[in-house]
């Protein structure tokens, strides 16, 4: 337990030093695609002949070859990324539309470049601090999104008073603490919660004052819980930590 609390306490501790301008990215992207676009961009940054700003000609050509069917993802994704780093807010704007309508394949590149390019207008047009905060469950303005599993206490099966229980003071209590429930799933032995919270939050505290209330009526909740903002825990996964009695 208390490296769990050391985890909890490091990660508020690290955003409520940090001053400026949050932006999360929504979308949940993958890790591992996000690592890709980056390191991609900086070497487009890095190799680019541009010291000013794209002309808004030169985004709509851009733009306007994007559309060309023939183009192969490598292709697509090297003129997303030329828009995104343009500085431009005639590129920035067109991704925006882009995004509305994206080639799937591409589309979760096409959400960072919008991040990236918004991040860099605002860092030009901003003496305030810009800082990127990204996860593989994404968020929504100033909060991350979370997946949580919580285990019914020595894996018994709820009963229908307690999940009622569980329905009546998660949606009560954790909107008091500006979190937003996305979905609230209740199976016989477990609860799944996918959950928007405040990056300044003190997540053990929330979480383990609802889980508090609910064994008022009865202590069938488990204090111990899985939580994750990388991605949703499989079927499998899930039964793999309930065999565990849920030591993770």
């Known amino acids: 337990m208390k490296k769990e609390k050391d985890v909890f306490k490091q990660f508020r501790d690290s955003f409520s030093k940090m001053d400026g301008h949050f932006h999360i990215l929504e979308q949940r992207i993958p890790v591992e695609i996000q690592?890709?676009?980056f390191k991609y961009s900086e070497q487009i940054?890095?190799?680019s002949d541009h010291t000013e700003p794209l002309s808004d000609e030169e985004c709509e050509a851009?733009?306007?070859l994007l559309q060309i069917e023939t183009l192969s993802n490598d292709e697509k994704k090297?003129?997303?990324t030329t828009l995104a780093i343009s500085k431009s807010v005639k590129a920035y704007r067109l991704l925006k539309e882009y995004v509305e309508h994206p080639d799937p394949a591409i589309a979760d590149w096409a959400y960072m470049a919008v991040m990236e390019a918004r991040i860099s207008l605002e860092s030009e047009f901003s003496d305030e601090k810009q800082i990127y905060i990204s996860?593989?469950?994404?968020?929504?303005?100033e909060k991350l999104r979370f997946y949580i599993l919580i285990l019914s206490n020595d894996k018994k099966v709820f009963l229908e008073y307690q999940k009622q229980v569980i329905e009546r003071?998660?949606?009560?209590l954790l909107p008091q603490d500006n979190c937003e429930i996305e979905r609230l799933t209740i199976e016989d032995n477990y609860i799944e919660l996918i959950l928007l919270i405040p990056v300044r939050a003190d997540i053990k505290g929330i979480?383990?004052?609802v889980i508090t209330e609910c064994n008022q009526y009865g202590d069938f909740l488990s204090n111990q819980?899985?939580?994750t903002n990388v991605k949703e825990l499989s079927k499998e996964e899930i039964k793999d930590i309930i065999t565990r009695d849920g030591d993770s």
């Open 45 to 47: 940054r890095s190799h």
């Open 135 to 141: 996860t593989g469950l994404g968020g929504k303005d």
């Open 78 to 80: 090297h003129l997303i």
């Open 35 to 37: 690592m890709e676009y």
């Open 62 to 64: 851009i733009s306007d």
């Open 169 to 172: 003071e998660f949606n009560y």
């Open 225 to 227: 819980y899985t939580i």
């Open 207 to 209: 979480l383990g004052n």
